[in-house]
């Protein structure tokens, strides 16, 4: 595979066509500010739309630097087209992306390999609504395959339950009903040297202003307050940086993902791996890295040299 360098011709991908499409478009432009800066000065921004693979061709695309958050993006769809045309790319590969976009798929494998999630159960119609009798109130219903808190709400009772799942059956044909458990949310950065060592970023916690860290606590600035790094003790720290590593390797991810993390009386559960964290001007990754001396630039490149075809 030819090796990146300051010539090569580069596609950072944005935009696409999920609900999470302005969120892209802005790590996108971030993203491709940052490899210009770095010297990359064949770099180009595509707004990916149905017609990806002629404007792949058009631009004779020699790398993707994927900035796609959801559907077509993040969940093994881009990867598979960009496997089948022999362009290497950052990020998780077509099975972990499929499998890390879908909750409850991800929950089955983390729970496979010993890793700790919270009590839930998936649903596609109102019928296995009943099943939701199983667990303790109150509940999140989330889609199982949504990104940025789209689609989801908590309910309080078995009789909330039926319109928050027409909600959320709006965004998904499948649907997450986990256990609500009253903790601290935090989230961890799994990234890979250029020597294929995976490490974990410090951890960051949130205050929000609404009741859980939602869209509009995620992409509104003044909304939330990063905890960098978090107030957990040495031991517990330990032991989430450890977690976000198992559950990165468990679903065979690559290159850089974000693991989702609540902490209910002093134990951590996993919720929910990012296989493209979001690279904005508010977005955790970035903050994370910047924490521990890798500034924004830095971190861009380091996930750009990643960037490789998965399915040798």
């Known amino acids: 595979m030819a090796e990146i360098t300051k010539l090569s011709k580069i596609a950072v991908l944005a935009g696409g066509m999920s609900s999470e499409r ?25 707004d990916v739309d149905s017609n990806i693979a002629e404007k792949l061709k058009e631009e004779k695309i020699e790398f ?27 990020g998780s590969g077509v099975k972990s992306s499929a499998i890390c976009m879908d909750k409850c798929v991800t929950k089955e494998i983390l729970n496979s390999a010993g890793l700790p999630i919270i009590k839930s159960i998936c649903v596609t119609n109102k019928e296995d609504l009943k099943l939701a009798r199983e667990l303790n109130f109150p509940l999140m219903v989330k889609p199982a395959s949504e990104g940025s808190s789209i689609g989801m709400n908590k309910v309080e009772t078995f009789d ?14 499948k649907i997450l009903l986990e256990e609500y ?13 250029s020597d294929g060592e ?3 970023t410090p951890i960051l916690g949130f205050e929000t202003k609404n009741e859980w860290y939602d869209y509009e606590s995620k992409y509104t600035d003044g909304m939330t307050k990063f905890i960098l790094p978090a107030n957990f003790s040495e031991e517990l720290t330990v032991e989430i940086k450890k977690l976000a590593v198992e559950a990165h390797r468990a679903c065979e ?3 850089v993902s974000r693991v989702d993390f609540l902490v209910y009386n002093n134990k951590p559960y996993i919720l929910e791996i990012n296989t493209n964290p979001g690279m904005t001007d508010l977005s955790d990754l970035p903050a994370q890295a910047d924490s521990m001396g890798i500034e924004y630039d830095e971190l861009v490149e380091l996930v750009l040299k990643t960037a490789s075809l998965k399915m040798k």
């Open 181 to 193: 458990l009253q903790g601290e949310s935090a989230t961890v950065g799994v990234l890979e040297g």
């Open 22 to 46: 302005e969120v892209s478009l802005r790590s996108g432009k971030n993203v491709l500010n940052a490899l210009l800066r770095k010297g990359y000065d064949n770099t180009v921004l595509i």
């Open 64 to 90: 993707a630097y994927n900035t796609l958050h959801g559907r077509y993006g993040e969940d093994g769809c881009i990867q598979g087209l960009l496997e089948f045309m022999g362009i290497p790319y950052t």
């Open 198 to 200: 995976v490490f974990a």
């Open 160 to 173: 909330e339950l039926e319109s928050a799942f027409d909600i959320a059956k709006i965004s998904d044909s």
């Open 253 to 255: 991810c690559s290159g």
